[in-house]
């Protein structure tokens, strides 16, 4: 089980990007009292908080909708508090029409991530969602 903040993030994003739903996997590196705050964008209209549970239910919506997701981290930056910045670029094809999106269609986001650790887990996400207009 990594403990390094750049090892934990990389498990992470590898289990997030594969649309893993396995609890034991990310109990590995979420902390049990994880919160993942997705701020207001293109859909979610409102501030969205996510628990443990939370982040695999919504991870679970996301393999019924989505397909072939992608994400490239383009800068990072590890502060002095051990608190990670993460910019990057994500992106997935749409499996079935869902509002204004449309089958085979490619969606795609650009990502600022803000992430705090506990105990060797990340404990706090912060999301700043950019969509491209579908």
Not at 34 to 51: F, G, M, T
Not at 72 to 86: D, E, K, L, P, W
Request: aromatic residues 10%.
């Amino acid at each position: 089980m990594p403990t390094e903040p750049l090892a934990v993030l990389q498990e992470y994003f590898d289990l997030v990007q594969a649309f893993s739903v396995d609890t034991a996997a990310y109990a590995a590196v979420l902390h049990p009292e994880v919160e993942q705050l997705e701020y207001a964008n293109d859909l979610n209209k409102q501030p969205v908080s996510r628990s443990f549970d939370e982040i695999l239910t919504n991870l679970r919506a996301g393999r019924e909708l989505l397909l072939d997701p992608s994400f490239i981290v383009h800068h990072t930056h590890v502060g002095s508090t051990g608190t990670v910045v993460v910019e990057g670029r994500w992106e997935a094809t749409v499996l079935h029409d869902a509002g204004p999106a449309v089958r085979g269609q490619r969606v795609a986001s650009e990502l600022c991530l803000v992430f705090e650790f506990k105990d060797g887990k990340i404990y706090r996400q912060r999301r700043y969602p950019c969509y491209e207009p579908l």
